[in-house]
Each structure stands twice: as structure tokens, then as C-alpha cells.
């Protein structure tokens, strides 16, 4: 892997850190794919992975969002950014720092423990990819618990006036008559 260039630090606004997962996807009939929950190797290029892959599975990408980064943080020290990337969210200003500067000035034990701060704050690939395998089961449950229970439901509803309790609609004719004869009462002479 190669070492980062530059250390960025964020001076306003905010950027969003997003890793790419490379996912290995089976295609089972026209209509459904669902994901062989493998994570492709991350040391292979795609078109190299995707001609050894047999012809029901493919290759598919998710962008992650893993850790935002504010005013006063920094990122790019040397920690592990294979297949991550930094996005602007919004309007952002950040300075960006070569590291041969910073060598060349002696921080080099600096830098080492800015990179080790954010070795522990960022997650490994290994937990982004299980934290989305744990996601994709828990809406796969919730998709399938919705079409079970769409499927024991009636599709027609045959609601008639029998089935409205007598006393609400008691109310409502009260309510009806009241309206429709509110200029003839019968407790009014009208002369």
C-alpha cells in the first residue's frame, strides 16, 4: 500500500470519510440478486477479479460512510485509506500538509502519533464489512417479514355498514338529521 502524501486538516466545514466495498453478488433468476456476503479481496484489481468470477456471480460496490471529520481534525498521517476516500459535505476548507515537509522539519515522531490516533478511531475493513453484511440480514428479515405479512392479508376488503358498530352510526345519522333539518326544528314556532 502505498503511503499517503499529504496530511489534511480540516480548518471549516466537514468531510465525510466513505470506503468502497467490493461485494460479491449472485444473480438467481431475472429478478433477484442477493449479495454472497464475500468481500472481494481488496489486494485485486476488478477486471481481474471480475473475468475469474463464474457467470451467476458479479462484482458490486457499496460506498460506506465510515467517520466524519470537523473543524480541528485531520486525516492522511499514514493510516490505512486503501479504497477510502475523502468527500467534502458542503462547503469545506482544508490545509493540506506534504510529509517530506514535515521530515524535513523533524515532526516525523508527530506525525507517527497522529497516525496512530486515527488507526484507532477508523474501522478496519474487516469491521465496515460485517457492520454491512449485519445490515443487509437484519433489511433482508425486515423485507421478508413485510411480504409475509402482506401475503396472509386480505387483498379485498368488503367493509359494509353492518360491520360499523350501532352506535356510532346512531351518531352519525343524529349528526345528518341535525344538519339537514337545523332550519325547520320543531322546537321553534316559526311564524
Request: include cysteine; hydrophobic fraction near 35%; charge should be positive.
Amino acid at each position: 500500500m502505498d503511503q499517503p502524501q499529504h496530511i489534511y486538516f480540516v480548518t471549516s466545514g466537514k468531510l465525510r470519510i466513505i470506503e468502497v466495498l467490493r461485494l460479491i453478488t449472485e444473480n438467481r433468476g431475472t429478478y433477484s440478486t442477493q449479495f454472497n456476503l464475500q468481500m472481494a479481496q481488496l489486494n485485486v484489481s476488478s477486471t481481474a477479479l471480475v473475468s475469474s468470477l463464474p457467470k451467476w456471480q458479479s462484482l458490486a460496490k457499496r460506498y460506506i460512510h465510515i467517520a466524519t471529520l470537523e473543524k480541528g481534525q485531520f486525516c492522511g498521517s499514514g493510516e490505512n485509506l486503501l479504497r477510502r476516500y475523502l468527500v467534502s459535505w458542503g462547503k469545506s476548507e482544508v490545509i493540506q500538509i506534504p510529509h517530506s515537509f514535515l521530515r524535513r522539519q523533524g515532526h516525523s515522531d508527530w506525525v507517527e502519533l497522529l497516525k496512530d490516533t486515527m488507526e484507532a478511531v477508523l474501522p478496519s475493513h474487516n469491521y465496515v464489512f460485517q457492520d454491512f453484511v449485519e445490515r443487509a440480514n437484519w433489511r433482508a428479515y425486515k423485507r421478508r417479514l413485510l411480504q409475509d405479512l402482506v401475503s396472509r392479508s386480505r387483498k379485498v376488503v368488503l367493509t359494509e355498514i353492518e360491520d360499523v358498530p350501532l352506535s356510532i352510526r346512531q351518531d352519525e345519522d343524529t349528526e345528518n338529521w341535525n344538519t339537514q333539518n337545523s332550519f325547520q326544528s320543531p322546537f321553534i314556532n316559526n311564524q
